[in-house]
């Protein structure tokens, strides 16, 4: 017998097994196109009836003690932290991994990070990741096509544009 950690109870109503909590959700709940605002000239698509779904839904599971796996699977990406390290390969086909100790991290990479706050970066791209399947980057050159920033954009703070009929 296949078990279901979901059972829809019906009318949007649904019970975990696994859990043993209810939530309610309906399709403009779950899908970004249902429920449709525009505003100016580029068509967007809401997430839930109040546009807040994101919001929600980790209000939720926050709620629930099990949400506590997701804030290990999140110190678990990060770890230690960023380290650098060299790579090499002896003539056997062994590779030999060194980390370079912080001291002698370049100025210009130690200054890029600080300037960018690297350690609130990562973990908000990695808290994004755990909830979401995804995270989005801005990277911001300067005038010589270098990058000079990276920021973070908050995934429950993103809507996708309507998806196009024609194209998928």
């Known amino acids: 017998m296949k078990h279901e950690p979901i059972k829809a ?12 909590g209810s939530y309610e959700t309906a399709k403009r ?7 449709l605002r525009t505003r100016g000239p580029f068509p967007w698509a809401r997430w839930g009836f109040d546009n807040n779904y994101p ?3 980790i209000d939720a599971l ?4 099990s949400a506590t796996l997701i804030e290990r699977r999140r110190a678990m990406h990060w770890g230690k932290g960023l380290m ?8 056997k086909g062994n590779e030999r991994i060194e980390v370079i100790p912080d001291e002698k991290v370049p100025a210009e990479i130690e200054d890029f990070f600080w300037m960018n706050d690297f350690e609130n970066f990562m973990q908000g791209i990695i808290a994004d990741f755990e909830w979401w399947h995804k995270f989005y980057v801005q990277y911001i050159a300067d005038g010589t096509g270098k ?8 995934m429950k703070d993103c809507r996708p544009e309507l998806i196009n009929r024609k194209t998928g």
Do not use: H, M, N
């Open 9 to 20: 109870i019906g009318g949007g109503l649904y019970f975990s097994t696994i859990t043993g």
């Open 29 to 35: 709940d779950i899908e970004p196109d249902a429920g």
């Open 147 to 154: 990058i000079s920033q990276i920021k973070w954009q908050r």
């Open 62 to 65: 926050t709620a629930d003690p």
């Open 84 to 91: 650098f390290y060299k790579k090499s390969v002896d003539d």
């Open 55 to 57: 919001q929600r839904l």
